[in-house]
């Protein structure tokens, strides 16, 4: 996993993570780092140069057409010229066949779950993929089983299913179609949450029955109502509910 940052520096706060496989155009060079535009979710943010290979156009456009498949292991390896390298899910794996995947002229062995996921009919999946990250602990801007934030969670869960959502919280508020009662809503869709000040800064899968999945500490199930989430171990509302959104 490759920390983006906000700035170009180590230092800098990590707005997001690259996963293997994950490509990107560059945008601009400063020194030993350059600032890059995520394809799956057009989000921005500094790497070092030395953690990307490049990729010519022709690659480029085969994995932005979205037939990829993708690790479906919490951890795995990938075997290239006697050195191992593990990834997580959710990590791509560019033209991947059979027991192989290839970035530039790089050969990978990889002997894990691989899948490609297609959008589907309904929604039964996205809470599935959900509970992989069960107990994983809250990462501002972490995508992976090892440390994930709150938007982090629906788009990896979304996007193990075929479906594409944007990364902040907010930006994914703009997505879909309001749901208007927490009564109407299935399993699989989204709630958000606001401050004081009526911003968008949370969000999580609603699971039906009155329960969500969210990264709050850690990820975890908790109780939802149409105030908000309650979090029974505190014996209070953690989060105020502002809205719900259908994205399939």
Not at 73 to 101: A, M, R, Y
Not at 155 to 163: E, N, V
Request: charged share 20%.
């Amino acid at each position: 996993m490759v920390p983006m940052r906000a700035e170009p520096a180590h230092r800098s706060e990590m707005v997001s993570q690259l996963l293997f496989g994950e490509f990107f155009e560059v945008i601009e060079r400063q020194q030993d780092w350059c600032r890059i535009k995520h394809s799956f979710d057009q989000y921005e943010g500094w790497i070092p140069q030395s953690q990307c290979s490049p990729i010519n156009i022709m690659e480029y456009h085969h994995l932005a057409s979205g037939h990829n498949f993708y690790s479906f292991d919490l951890v795995q390896l990938l075997l290239f010229e006697n050195t191992l390298f593990s990834i997580v899910l959710g990590s791509l794996l560019p033209w991947f066949n059979s027991k192989h995947c290839k970035i530039g002229n790089k050969t990978y062995t990889f002997e894990g779950n691989a899948k490609m996921p297609l959008p589907i009919e309904g929604s039964s999946t996205i809470a599935e993929n959900a509970y992989m990250y069960l107990n994983a602990p809250y990462l501002w801007g972490g995508r992976s089983p090892f440390g994930i934030d709150c938007s982090g969670l629906t788009q990896m869960a979304y996007k193990l299913s075929g479906y594409k959502l944007k990364r902040d919280a907010a930006q994914q508020a703009d997505q879909g179609r309001i749901v208007n009662l927490l009564e109407e809503s299935v399993p699989g869709d989204l709630a958000f949450f606001d401050n004081d000040e009526g911003k968008i800064v949370h969000t999580g899968i609603l699971l039906g029955n009155n329960k969500i999945i969210h990264s709050s500490g850690k990820v975890r199930v908790d109780n939802i109502d149409h105030h908000g989430i309650y979090n029974a171990e505190q014996k209070k509302y953690s989060h105020n509910l502002r809205l719900i959104k259908r994205i399939i």
